[in-house]
């Protein structure tokens, strides 16, 4: 177990529709980061909270926003969803310091149909 | 910009055997490198990473990783690998320059290891 919570596990939505997925970091971690992974495209890096301050984005749709609370939990949001949002979306958390590894939560698995 | 390569995207080996998982990065600076493992339906878990110091890694899991900077390569190596060893393997880097407070990472596809047993 990393420490890194994520909600919901499995989400199943329809397309045009809006969702919300939760993370919560390990106690302690100031940076948080979300990844898509699919099979076509692989682990894809979203975007980079630090301390409720957006820090690095990556390939990270328009239709896709995030935001890091004062209590360091983030949530990533995707609107307007097409069938190739389809996948597995990964919350990872680090402490910001000079360790640099980043620990992963399980993963919401988000099917669009 | 930083990029990693998994040259192989699955690797057999017999229960018992050693076992090496490639992958090459390419940095403008100097690298911090990384190996996560996946397990099906499971999240990333971290392995080993190299930031400075000894060319060999030790990591969880009896695993270990070889940096060598002319080849800019870290193979991931284990002696003797065990059936609970197949999984999805991934390289990822992070660039030494990476601006401050941004510890994106860069993932290689991915490997997938099969030990027969």
């Known amino acids: 177990d990393s420490g890194v919570t994520q909600t919901p596990k499995h989400l199943i939505t329809a397309t045009g529709q809006r969702v919300t997925l939760r993370c919560s970091p390990r106690s302690g971690d100031l940076s948080v980061y979300w990844y898509q992974q699919s099979l076509d495209q692989g682990l894809q890096f979203l975007i980079q909270?630090?301390?409720?301050?957006?820090?690095a984005k990556g390939n990270i749709l328009e239709r896709f926003s995030a935001q890091q609370f004062p209590d360091l939990h983030s949530e990533l949001n995707l609107s307007s969803l097409e069938l190739g949002d389809s996948a597995l979306y990964f919350c990872?958390?680090?402490?910001?310091?000079?360790?640099?590894?980043?620990?992963f939560g399980p993963g919401t698995r988000l099917t669009v149909t | 910009a930083q990029s990693v390569a998994q040259p192989e995207d699955q690797v057999n080996v017999a229960e018992g055997n050693p076992l090496t998982v490639k992958c090459t990065y390419s940095?403008?600076?100097?690298?911090?490198l990384f190996w996560y493992v996946q397990y099906p339906n499971r999240g990333l878990q971290f392995l080993l990473k190299?930031?400075?110091?000894?060319?060999l890694v030790k990591g969880s899991y009896g695993f270990e990783a070889e940096f060598n900077k002319s080849q800019t390569s870290f193979h991931l190596k284990k002696p003797s690998a065990l059936v609970s060893d197949s999984a999805l393997y991934f390289c990822a880097v992070r660039d030494f320059y990476s601006g401050a407070g941004s510890y994106q990472l860069t993932f290689g596809k991915g490997t997938k290891l099969s030990v027969i047993p």
């Open positions: 990872a958390s680090s402490s910001g310091t000079a360790t640099y590894e980043q620990y």
């Open positions: 909270y630090y301390n409720g301050e957006e820090r």
């Open positions: 190299y930031i400075t110091g000894d060319n």
């Open positions: 940095v403008s600076g100097n690298p911090y």
